[in-house]
């Protein structure tokens, strides 16, 4: 029986487990990636763990996200992670070079390895052939340090692709689809492999495009082959000598299959505020729209920034409508600035932004109140654009382009004749805002701005829980709805006091202060818990509350893990009919818990306002429930020491 290209590519790298589905596996992690506002955590959780230098084959630390410096903070947080990659020895890419995805693969990522990041989208590293996965801070500093990477065992989903796309359709597009098919949850536990004909006619930015919101699916992760196509990526890159073909076996078996006809797809749209409301946008109707917004790690590579330049050539951004650009990396810019095409975007009238996150993480531009903004980003959750009332529409820079011509929703199939970007022999090369490691350097002083709070530490796992729930939420909680981002909040990441004021504070003002009253408590959810981006503030913040439990119908992969890294226990009903009986503010007791955890899968709690009992499972690993009873991954490490 042949094997497909994760399993081949977990078994290469498996350190502990049985390569059986759903059961705990721990892998070998050959790189990681951090950014900034994810990174401050993490390398104060490295130092923690008192590891003179990192042991993968590759670190580095990005800075992409915090870099609209209003006050000293972002500022402070640059040096803190400067001086802690000079020292842990971590490659550091200074800001302006570009966001962590983009950079990662136009510089660093290597078929066939593992590559770790702080970050939810860095399965962007699949489209080159590695294995890559997003998880929680703390997770990528046992990484560093040399530990495994834990997680169940994915399935592993074949998406058969077809055909080839038609002019005017991309691949965002097919992202697009595969999500109206499985959905913001279809991915949780699995791997989405891509294979079959039509993977040869992408090219490697394209497929870098499907990996990255892949993440949406809620998946492990997504890959594709390294083939020709990649090796003439990274022979254009001027690092052929990293490539290495990796293809599953020809008869390869998959857990679940799907088939998508590239020629059938046309140009698509994710209406507000979920990535998987996708229509068509022949059918979406006529919508006026107010800003269009081009770059993210999704979309911002030399191919998509050429072609966008190409659309506006010569024309004029409507009236009425804001265009803001910003290319993926300074590898894109500086070729543009090179070419002209920087010089069409300018003239027809694009604001052209930072090579960063910037809006897409409401770094600046949030659209007007109750704004259309059409954006080639990935997540068009509710207030994450800043604009709280904002509709985010979510297309290819081809539909974006379109319509800041015409002011709204354009199906660019319109616009004529179709020009194929064809990928530059060469890439311009300029490595020169990376700062490469010194390993161990002991001398290099660390230097922490007064922003930087000490990390906050859990105590024991208590062996009764007696405690209100403090806030009832529905299906598809995102963790921009619990710990927000923006450019207000994600100045506080290295301070968990000062955030932790921020939980829930976009749908629950007085969360926080309830919290603090009570001395904690919990929060019960529904389906997918968690979803969306790897930020450990989520989890990290409300236990700073005293948060001890959450008690969902079932959990996101990454936010799940950092509950369990932050001693917070991740519960789900074994009848979901139970969740309905749970009032806010009811209390509820769990007893003996230290002893059940060890015990068998099933917990039984009292509702005491009701008193009604009632199950939940854990579904904890014997590592995970001695992580939770040690109240959290990095007490567990400094008792075990490892
Ligand atoms: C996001 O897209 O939500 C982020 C910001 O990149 C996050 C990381 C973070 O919150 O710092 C992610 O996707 O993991
Ligand atoms: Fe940055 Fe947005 Fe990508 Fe997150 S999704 S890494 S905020 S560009």
């Known amino acids: 029986m042949g094997e497909n290209l994760t399993r081949k590519i977990i078994a290469a790298h498996l ?69 802690a990659a000079a020292r842990y020895g971590i490659y550091f890419s200074r800001p302006g070079n570009g966001i962590c995805h983009q950079v990662h693969l136009e510089r660093f990522g290597v078929p066939g390895k593992t590559l770790l990041g702080a970050d939810s989208h860095t399965p962007t590293g699949g489209g080159i052939g590695m294995l890559a996965i997003g998880a929680g801070g703390l997770d990528v500093a046992v990484a560093m340090g040399g530990g495994p990477f834990y997680m169940p065992m994915p399935k592993v989903i074949k998406v058969e692709l077809r055909g080839r796309l038609s002019p005017w359709v991309s691949a965002k597009d097919v992202i697009l689809e595969v999500l109206r098919c499985l959905t913001v949850k279809g991915g949780v536990g699995k791997v989405i492999e891509y294979t079959g004909p039509g993977v040869k006619t992408l090219t490697v930015p394209e497929r870098a495009t499907i990996t990255n919101m892949g993440a949406e699916l809620g998946a492990t992760t997504s890959i594709f082959p390294s083939d020709e196509i990649t090796r003439m990526f990274l022979s254009a890159q001027g690092r052929e000598n990293d490539w290495t073909e990796f293809l599953p076996d020809k008869d390869a078996v998959y857990d679940e299959e799907l088939v998508i006809e590239l020629s059938e797809l046309e140009p698509m749209v994710a209406l507000p505020h979920s990535p998987d409301t996708v229509v068509s946008v022949r059918d979406a109707g006529e919508i006026s729209v107010d800003q269009v917004a081009i770059g993210s790690c999704t979309n911002s590579s030399y191919k998509d920034m050429m072609l966008v330049a190409g659309i506006l050539r010569g024309k004029k951004v409507h009236p009425f409508t804001s265009l803001v650009i910003s290319p993926g990396s300074r590898q894109v810019l500086e070729m543009m600035a090179r070419n ?47 604009t709280s009332d904002a509709g985010v529409y979510l297309a290819s820079p081809e539909v974006a382009a379109a319509s800041a011509l015409t002011g709204k929703l354009t199906d660019p ?46 105590a024991e796992l208590a062996d009764t829980i007696n405690a209100r729930v403090l806030l009832k939420v529905g299906d598809n909680i995102t963790t921009d709805h619990i710990m927000p981002a923006g450019s207000k909040v994600l100045p506080l990441r290295s301070n968990i006091p000062a955030i932790s004021e921020h939980v829930f504070s976009a749908i629950d003002a007085g969360f926080a202060t309830r919290a603090r009253e009570d001395g904690g408590g919990l929060v019960v959810g ?25 008690l969902a119908k079932s959990f996101a992969r990454i936010h799940r893990a950092n509950l369990v890294n932050f001693g917070i226990l991740p519960l789900t009903f074994v009848n979901e009919d139970d969740y309905e009986a749970i009032g806010q503010d009811d209390l509820l007791e769990l007893t003996g818990v230290r002893s059940l955890l060890t015990a068998g899968n099933k917990l039984q709690l009292t509702n005491r306002t009701t008193g009604k009992a009632f199950k939940a499972r854990h579904d904890l690993s014997g590592r995970q429930a001695a992580i939770i009873l040690d109240g959290g991954l990095l007490n567990y490490t400094r008792k075990t020491g490892s």
């Open 15 to 83: 350190k502990d487990g049985e390569m059986a589905g759903g059961a705990e596996i721990g892998i070998r992690i050959d790189q990681t990636l951090t950014q900034d506002a994810t990174g401050t955590m993490a390398y104060l959780q490295f130092e923690a763990m008192g590891v003179p230098c990192v042991k993968t084959e590759l670190s580095v630390s990005y800075i992409d996200h915090n870099t609209l410096q209003t006050g000293f903070e972002n500022a402070d947080d640059h040096r803190y992670l400067q001086t």
């Open 413 to 458: 199939r319109i616009l004529g004749e179709y020009k194929i970007i064809q990928q530059p022999a060469e890439f311009l090369v300029d490595d020169s805002l990376i700062i490469p490691p010194s390993c161990g350097k002991e001398e290099v002083e660390v230097l922490r701005g007064p922003n930087i709070k000490p990390l906050p530490v859990n």
């Open 340 to 386: 002209g095409a920087l010089a069409d975007l300018i003239s027809a009238g694009a604001r052209i932004l930072e090579t960063t996150c910037g809006p897409c993480i409401g770094m600046g531009q949030a659209p007007p109140t109750a704004a259309v903004s059409v954006r080639t980003f990935n997540r068009n959750f509710p207030g994450r654009s800043g």
């Open 526 to 550: 529904g389906h997918n818990y968690g979803q969306g981006s790897s930020r450990e503030h989520a989890a990290l913040a409300p236990m700073y509350l005293g948060i001890k439990a959450v």
